[in-house]
Every structure is written in C-alpha cells, then in structure tokens.
C-alpha cells in the first residue's frame, strides 16, 4: 500500500525498489492522487497502468480534477502540472485506463479496504462499498455530465434521500476530500492541518468511526504526517509532493517503509 505519489516518480521507483516489489507476485494498492503539482505524472500514470492487474487504485480528487480537465474542459488551475500529460501521444488511452479506476476498494480475505480521503462514521463497509459502486457506474456511463457537475460543496450533509447529480457530488466529497466532520456528517472544507486547532464540533472523520475488524487505508492527508489515533486505520499520505517522504505499507505485516523526498 503506498500512499499519494502526486507525480514523485523518482521517489516511487526508489520506494518500489527498497520493498522488493515484484509486479508478477505483489500487489501495489494506490491511495490515489497519482497526478498533479509533482515533477513526473506522466510516468507515474503510464508506470502504473503498465502493472495491469498487479496495480489496484482509487481515484483522489488531484486524479478526478484531470479527468475533469480531460473530459469537460475545466480549466486547469495555476498550481496544476497536467501539460505533459494533457499533450502525451497516449493521453486518451490513459485518461480512459484512469476514469474506470473506482473509489474504494475492499479486499475481505486480507480484512483491507481503502479509499483516498477515508470513510465516514455514518457509513458500514458495507455501505460505502455499494455508494461508491453507484458512483463509479454514474461516472462511467454519464462522463461528460458527471465531470461538468462535478465540483462543488453541497449538498452536505450525506441524505440517503439524494439523488442523480447531487447523490454523486455527495459520495464524491466524502471519499476525496473529507478531512474534518461532525456527528452530523457535515463535512468542513477548508480546514487542512492536523488536529487540534480545527473549528468547534469538528472531529478527524476517523475519530468518529467505532472501532471495526476490516483494516482502513487512506491518503489525502498529509498533515497528519502518515498517524492517527486509531488501530486499524492507516494514513498513508506522508507528503512526498510537499519535501518529505514517499511511504509503503505492506498490508500482510504492517511494515512501514518510507524513502525522502529527492527534490
Ligand atoms: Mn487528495
């Protein structure tokens, strides 16, 4: 398991190397946010497709920002570093590999799931399982209005009442972007550092989950410079894009293996 790359190439291929990571019998599990403000997405994307099934990935938001750049010509922002990918010679072919990747993925022999940001309290395994299914179908067979309609804060909180285009933006938001939330399942945007200082009645979305047998994986995070406080749920973002590390989990053992960042 090896948390945001964000186009830290060199750091991945270090990483790889250092776990003695074997294509023909491992299995790479990717937080997502593959792409964007790294040096190498490029390669990043091209390296991972050409794991084939040995590379199991979700997407995180950097991931559905090109796909949406990509299939509803949303403008790119300052800060994004998309150009090479955007004028490759296999562009679409990666951009298609990219948009039939899912948002969360559970594996029950091995008692692991992930997905980028993580899960909310008000969602078993179970359901986030089935609402992320939902949304993958949405996004495979409505792209372009899915993409288009994509970006946004609301609705918030999570309604099981919700919806077509609002369902999905909803689902979408809890399984990319969720940092800080409240019993209510009211999810706050703004607020990126680590705990402690974030606005009254907002807990780290994993301080609320009860305590559960299926191990959970994320990334999106990196504040929380790879911990929190709860066994069984493992934050994987340790910043690589940002000057710190690039870090492994073997999922089996539990051993973290972290390479620096070499920019
Ligand atoms: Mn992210």
């Known amino acids: 398991m090896v948390g945001d790359i964000q186009g830290c190439f060199a750091e991945l291929e270090r990483l790889l190397k250092r776990i003695n990571f074997d294509k023909k019998k491992d299995f790479l599990w990717l937080t997502g946010d593959l792409v964007n403000r790294g040096p190498e997405s490029l390669k990043v994307l091209r390296f991972v497709k050409s794991l084939g099934d040995s590379a199991i990935v979700v997407l995180g938001n950097h991931d559905l920002h090109l796909l949406a750049i990509y299939f509803a010509d949303h403008d ?127 807990e780290a979305w994993y301080e609320l989950r009860s305590p559960e047998e299926t191990r959970i994986f994320f990334g999106h995070w990196a504040s929380l410079g790879g911990r929190t406080i709860n066994e069984g749920i493992f934050a994987l973002d340790t910043a690589c894009v940002w000057g710190e590390s690039l870090t492994a989990q073997c999922i089996e053992s539990g051993v973290r293996t972290s390479v620096a960042c070499l920019a």
């Open 76 to 202: 790119a922002r300052p800060k994004d570093t998309f150009e090479e990918i955007l004028s490759a010679s296999d562009t679409h072919e990666l951009m298609l590999w990219l948009v039939s990747k899912p948002l969360f993925h559970r594996d029950q022999k091995l008692q692991a799931c992930m997905s980028h940001a993580g899960i909310p309290h008000m969602w078993s395994l179970d359901q986030a399982e089935t609402f992320a299914a939902e949304l993958c179908e949405f996004i495979n067979t409505n792209t372009e209005e899915y993409f288009a309609e994509m970006y946004g804060n609301v609705p918030n909180p999570w309604n099981p009442g919700y919806s077509g285009m609002q369902r999905m933006r909803c689902i979408t938001n809890y399984l990319t972007r969720m940092r800080y939330i409240r019993p209510d399942g009211t999810l706050e945007f703004a607020e990126k550092g680590p705990p402690g200082n974030q606005h009254p009645g907002y």
